[in-house]
């Protein structure tokens, strides 16, 4: 006999045309996320110059991406639409464990770019020794554990729910697939995955910020002493202002609105939020997977030319060719040669100079 009498509750169903509308756009954003990753591993993968210990961390986010896109997000759409689910409670637990772990990773590789990104700007001659491939890979090492953490340990042993029992485990007659959260995880889990890597990513970024702003200053200085020319447009300061904002602008818009109901219904309790909102904040975390390819690739001209020899490649068949030979490094989009670098010493700090131009693009991915 079945418990719940088949029930279901109707009144959580989309109308069709609003069903097809949500399935369209929730499509769209999976296959932008599938194919951005890819090509970000496919760029490292062919192309020799960009495989270094700061791509290593850019490959290691865009696989993290790219699982979420498998294995989580058609779940997560399917139960969007149809506000049910059908694969039993098992499945239930592992498909959110998934989903925390795969989020939280993709977080803290975002806070390890930033990390890494800081030491190269503010001490370049040091770089090489204190980012070497162990601590990169302890560093993925932790990444993964904590996620783990986080995730599969708390779900399957209860320790997310308000008393000891596992989440998902009674008879539901609505057949829902929710995560629940107690006030001590969920304080626990936004503040060592979210708003901690936050504030640290906040001081790092604008460290770099002040970096570049002295450099352009210096360089421009250097410009107008040296030549009567009309100062260049590389040289302006609002180039790196503008990168970083996008930068820190995107994750904070994608993921602090989630952590914040995330950390309320702790709080607040489990049902206090749900609903239309709760799916917008979810998704809105989700779309910072589609992003992270354009974010952490396309600001970085390496990255940018790799992705141009891949198009090219795919439109004329000739495969991987022209990644494998490669132009020479520092080549842009537009076929001009980069320009020579040269390093100042300035306070015990790396100065990056190239030809009078601020080349703030190299600090990002």
């Not at 001209?301 to 520092?330: E, I, M």
């Amino acid at each position: 006999m079945d418990p719940c009498g088949n029930l279901t509750n109707p009144s959580k169903n989309m109308d069709f045309p609003l069903q097809l509308l949500v399935g369209s756009c929730l499509a769209l954003l999976i296959i932008f996320t599938l194919c951005g990753n890819i090509i970000v591993c496919l760029a490292v993968t062919l192309d020799r110059r960009l495989r270094s210990l700061t791509n290593c961390i850019i490959v290691s986010l865009a696989i993290t991406d790219l699982l979420l896109a498998l294995l989580v997000l058609p779940f997560s759409a399917l139960y969007e639409l149809t506000s049910e689910w059908p694969f039993g409670s098992t499945l239930c637990n592992i498909y959110l464990s998934l989903d925390v772990m795969l989020c939280t990773a993709s977080i803290l590789n975002l806070f390890i770019i930033s990390l890494d990104r800081y030491f190269a700007v503010t001490t370049p001659l040091r770089y090489q020794q204190l980012v070497t491939p162990s601590r990169v890979a302890v560093g993925l090492v932790v990444i993964w554990t904590v996620s783990l953490m986080v995730s599969f340990l708390p779900i399957h042993l209860g320790w997310n729910t308000n008393g000891t029992a596992v989440q998902n485990t009674t008879p539901n007659c609505t057949r829902e697939c929710k995560l629940e959260v107690n006030s001590v995880y969920g304080l626990v889990d936004s503040l060592l995955t979210f708003y901690i890597p936050l504030v640290i990513m906040c001081i790092t970024y604008y460290r770099i910020f002040k970096i570049a702003r002295e450099q352009a200053k210096r360089i421009n200085h250097t410009w107008c002493c040296s030549s009567n020319s009309p100062m260049p447009p590389m040289v302006k300061e609002h180039k790196a202002t503008v990168t970083l904002a996008v930068v820190m602008g995107a994750f904070i818009i994608c993921w602090f609105p989630y952590f914040t109901v995330f950390t309320y219904r702790g709080v607040w309790g489990d049902g206090s939020v749900k609903g239309t909102p709760m799916s917008i904040v979810l998704w809105l975390g989700y779309a910072n997977s589609a992003l992270n390819p354009i974010l952490y690739g396309t600001f970085n001209r390496d990255f940018r030319v790799a992705y141009q020899h891949l198009l090219h490649c795919w439109r004329t068949g000739d495969p991987k060719s022209s990644l494998q030979k490669g132009q020479p490094r520092g080549r842009s989009l537009d076929g001009q040669e980069g320009k020579c670098l040269k390093l100042e010493m300035r306070n015990g700090k790396g100065i990056l100079l190239a030809d009078g131009a601020l080349q703030s693009d190299r600090a990002f991915p």
